[in-house]
């Protein structure tokens, strides 16, 4: 079976991968009078070593369970965190050169080249949390595998800046063990990364491998012929640190101009107030007032969240008076818009306009309802009596993913900015963008 099985893990975590349909159980170490029934079913284990203090013995047996697993073929992951020796021995078996001595992330790691067990810390390294030195030696910039006995091999994955190894691979028989740092809340993330990604390329590879003849070997090879090969390798070298670049280019692009529009999606508080107010300035909105701001230093309840105004040539006290104002309410919820939230638009919106002296007015509201589900499945927050409340009195209802939508469309060159707030400005009701 391709059960995978998450040793210490919590239950989020199980929750985690079974979102991506993968077949997952959970157990913990303490409970090995369950495990053996369950160890055969798994062709991938991962273990979180995190035991601070030292505590009851892992149970006896555990390991050689194991070790025949992967003999038999079955791949297990280790994350080492903070721990002691014996906690990882009584899982995956005795390695006497193996010992655990503190390194400090956030130091240079040296990472092998070789695809695909370079992808891990290529994508992970910013989360690494805690970095145990494995093997007592430094093996320096270029040795990438240590002497074994002659049923395993071991593969150095990542080096401590003066050469001590942190993530070894340990194959033995069909299977092999791989003990990789601590990535703390991300270790799920990098074992899902691992299931769907990793594993497969390392299937890849060991086709090509099984598949060449003993004649095609570099002992056999023509000089010619072998500078070749050496010629793709070095192509092989050139594409993959032209990937890296574009990967480096993604992800400044992503904190940049990505992130703070994603967090129209998934933020609450504080932290969705300013992805909106955010995203109304990107739009081109000449003012864009935060209203506790605005108020900071009046004793007097704050209300509205932001004030949206398309003059600058005025201070914002003449617009308040003077200009067409849209006011607009922010909030988040897990489930559907309450009548309360929409009726506090109206009711906003009525003790401006007597304040101000001005009837120019709209209230908004923006709300990021459902928000632990994916954007793209989540439902109308908004029920028909509220749409038509909301028409009735001029104002908008609005999701967060509409103005996100909005905003990827402009950036498409589907939409105008000035066309989006001609739409937020005149339209009524639910409001839904025209590209």
Not at 12 to 25: A, G, N, P, S, V
Request: aromatic share 12%; glycine share 6%; proline share 4%.
């Amino acid at each position: 079976m391709n059960r995978v099985i998450l040793l210490d893990f919590e239950d989020k975590d199980k929750e985690y991968l079974e979102q991506e349909q993968i077949d997952t159980f959970l157990i913990h170490t303490s409970d090995f009078k369950n495990l053996p029934t369950i160890l055969p079913e798994a062709r991938a284990i991962f273990y979180q070593l995190n035991w601070p203090v030292e505590e009851e013995a892992v149970p006896g047996g555990l390991a050689e369970k194991v070790q025949e697993m992967v003999v038999d073929g079955a791949r297990v992951v280790c994350f080492v965190g903070k721990g002691h020796l014996y906690q990882l021995t009584g899982v995956i078996g005795t390695f006497p050169d193996i010992h655990f001595q503190e390194s400090t992330p956030g130091e240079v790691l040296l990472v092998t080249p070789e695809m695909p067990f370079n992808l891990v810390f290529e994508k992970f390294s910013s989360s690494l949390a805690h970095i145990y030195k494995l093997l007592p030696g430094s093996f320096g910039a270029d040795i990438w595998e240590v002497p074994a006995s002659l049923n395993e091999s071991w593969k150095i994955v990542a080096k401590s800046h003066d050469g001590f190894p942190v993530s070894l691979m340990i194959r033995k028989g069909k299977g092999f063990i791989w003990l990789l740092p601590w990535f703390g809340q991300n270790n799920i993330k990098v074992a899902d990364f691992i299931l769907k990604d990793v594993f497969p390329l390392m299937e890849m590879k060991g086709k090509e491998v099984e598949q060449m003849d003993w004649i095609d070997k570099e002992e056999y090879l023509f000089p010619e012929i072998k500078e070749l090969f050496l010629k793709k390798e070095e192509e092989k070298k050139r594409f993959e640190e032209r990937l890296k670049e574009l990967d480096e280019q993604i992800r400044t692009l992503r904190e940049t101009q990505q992130e703070a529009f994603n967090r129209l999606l998934k933020a609450e508080g504080q932290e969705l107030k300013a992805a909106v107010l955010q995203a109304f300035k990107y739009l081109g909105w000449a003012r864009v007032v935060d209203v506790d701001q605005y108020w900071k230093n009046v004793i007097r309840d704050k209300e509205e969240d932001l004030w949206l105004i398309e003059n600058n040539d005025q201070p914002v006290e003449v617009c308040l008076r003077k200009e067409f104002l849209i006011l607009v309410v922010i909030r988040s919820s897990r489930n559907w818009a309450t009548d309360d939230d929409c009726i506090l638009l109206q009711r906003f919106k009525g003790r401006r306009m007597q304040e101000f002296d001005n009837t120019r007015m709209k209230a908004i509201l923006v709300g990021n309802y459902f928000n632990l589900v994916e954007a793209r499945l989540r439902n109308n927050p908004f029920s028909q009596f509220q749409v038509e409340e909301a028409e009735k009195d001029g104002n908008g209802l609005l999701t967060t993913y509409e103005l996100f939508q909005a905003i990827k469309a402009e950036k498409e060159g589907l939409v105008s900015k000035e066309e989006i707030r001609r739409q937020v400005r005149e339209k009524a009701g639910l409001l839904k963008f025209s590209y």
